[in-house]
T-cell receptor
């Protein structure tokens, strides 16, 4: 299957700092990447959908000025958590979708290993 | 009502047992369906897609009932390595743009 990497895998930062998380598709071009957040004992919640070369689409309740997404190439999307606070501590997972998203196997989203953010 | 609901769990079963997970979804326009498994503190991994005719992959069988908006996953002869959280995932269209994850059902297979 396709491989998606995330960096860093874990980050601990002080309140008020900004944190950048990278998501890369290593062996395929990802037209669309997705950013999810998962709090302890809860399921994944979609934060935003990122299409290469265009602005991200944010889910309701997700502040676009706080969670900046840049999808500059077909293999890289970044999520920047600006002015992080303890309530932003969570497991952030990206996924990448191969191809145009048409019928069949391109529906599959390949997930990165996640980034665990702890804000002190 | 949540878009995707699952058995609350956890399920604790002995090795070799058969276990079934249930999932319901609220959006009748949903087009495709998946089961993912997620190990503790790891990313979800695709277990299997769910087709209208039902499908089987080794010890795993998935079924879909569109009329009832119900999906199931059956695991036969469970192994210790099957211990994980099983996520029911519903895609609202056929373009991979709208994955909705269920809350997950945790399975512990005991020796």
């Amino acid at each position: 299957g396709a491989v998606v990497s995330q960096h860093p895998s874990r980050v601990i930062c002080k309140s008020g700092t900004s944190v950048k998380i990278e998501c890369r598709s290593l062996d395929f071009q990802a037209t669309t990447m997705f950013w999810y957040r998962q709090f302890p004992k809860q399921s994944l919640m979609l934060m935003a959908t990122s299409n290469e070369g265009s602005k991200a689409t944010y889910e309701q309740g997700v502040e676009k000025d706080k969670f900046l997404i840049n999808h500059a190439s077909l293999t890289l999307s970044t999520l920047t958590v600006t002015s992080a606070h303890p309530e932003d501590s969570s497991f952030y997972i990206c996924s990448a979708q191969q191809g145009t998203g048409a019928f069949g196997s391109y529906n599959e989203q390949f997930f990165g290993p996640g980034t665990r953010l702890t804000v002190l | 009502r949540k878009e995707v609901e699952q058995d609350p769990g956890p399920f604790n079963v002995p090795e070799g047992a058969t276990v079934a997970f249930n999932c319901t979804y609220s959006n009748s326009a949903s087009q495709s369906f998946f089961w993912y498994r997620q190990d503790c503190r790891k990313e979800p991994k695709l277990l299997m897609s769910v087709y209208s005719s039902g499908n089987e992959d080794g010890r795993f069988t998935a079924q879909l009932n569109r009329a009832s908006q119900y999906i199931s996953l059956l695991i036969r002869d469970s192994k210790l390595s099957d211990s994980a959280t099983y996520l029911c995932v519903v895609n609202k269209d056929n373009y991979g743009q709208n994955f909705v994850f269920g809350p997950g059902t945790r399975l512990s297979v005991l020796p």
